[in-house]
T-cell receptor, first 114, second 112 residues
Framework: DAGVTQSPTHLIKTRGQQVTLRCSPKSGHDTVSWYQQALGQGPQFIFQYYEEEERQRGNFPDRFSGHQFPNYSSELNVNALLLGDSALYLC?????????????FGEGSRLTVL | AQSVSQHNHHVILSEAASLELGCNYSYGGTVNLFWYVQYPGQHLQLLLKYFSGDPLVKGIKGFEAEFIKSKFSFNLRKPSVQWSDTAEYFCAAPRGRRALTFGSGTRLQVQP
């Protein structure tokens, strides 16, 4: 049973560019959330997708956007990259129907902005 | 909404030492709390969780945590750490539905 998979694992961009990160949720999961983890910090909630719509959003600017596809996979897009966007981006999935709603995390995509 | 804070940023222990990592939460109605662990190069995984009932919660790999309402605390404990416990530990609380707010984390380094 595949867990949460993310791609790419590492990438380097320059300021002003745009980036797209991808996430496939754990089998049977329908809810996907994205987190940003800066070096030495805890993960910060960016947003969550359920039924192909953004259901909740953290305190991140509109440069951060996303999408969820009918197969529940998701993308995170960041426009006009800043140096401060350098971080590990984590995807977490869960099942809306499960009572406990435990989150399962991928290994992340490490973005470096130069 | 609940928030959590962790005050131990970096802890260094020798093998077989006892561990206690602090986590304090802010009051926000029903209290649900989690501890996650991130081993080097691996994904975040759930250690244990508290929803209600017995305030002493047991998790995987010999970890436990005690919910103390009067102290707004949910400290993580292990009686005897191993080198393989070297990792980063995060306390977390729910943020809306199926999302979490995390503390800043505690890096644990266990020396053989």
């Amino acid at each position: 049973d595949a867990g949460v998979t993310q791609s790419p694992t590492h990438l380097i961009k320059t300021r002003g560019q745009q980036v797209t990160l991808r996430c496939s949720p754990k089998s049977g999961h329908d809810t996907v959330s994205w987190y940003q983890q800066a070096l030495g910090q805890g993960p910060q909630f960016i947003f969550q997708y359920y039924e192909e719509e953004e259901r909740q959003r953290g305190n991140f600017p509109d440069r951060f956007s996303g999408h969820q596809f009918p197969n529940y996979s998701s993308e995170l897009n960041v426009n006009a990259l800043l140096l401060g966007d350098s971080a590990l981006y984590l995807c977490a999935s869960s099942s809306e129907s499960r009572t406990t709603g435990e989150l399962f995390f991928g290994e992340g995509s490490r973005l470096t902005v130069l | 909404a609940q928030s959590v804070s962790q005050h131990n940023h970096h802890v260094i222990l020798s093998e077989a030492a006892s561990l206690e990592l602090g986590c304090n939460y802010s009051y926000g109605g029903t209290v649900n709390l989690f501890w996650y662990v991130q081993y080097p190069g691996q994904h975040l995984q759930l250690l244990l969780k508290y929803f209600s009932g017995d305030p002493l919660v047991k998790g995987i790999k010999g970890f436990e945590a005690e919910f103390i309402k009067s102290k707004f605390s949910f400290n993580l404990r292990k009686p005897s750490v191993q080198w393989s416990d070297t990792a980063e530990y995060f306390c977390a609380a729910p943020r809306g539905r199926r999302a979490l707010t995390f503390g800043s984390g505690t890096r644990l380094q266990v020396q053989p």
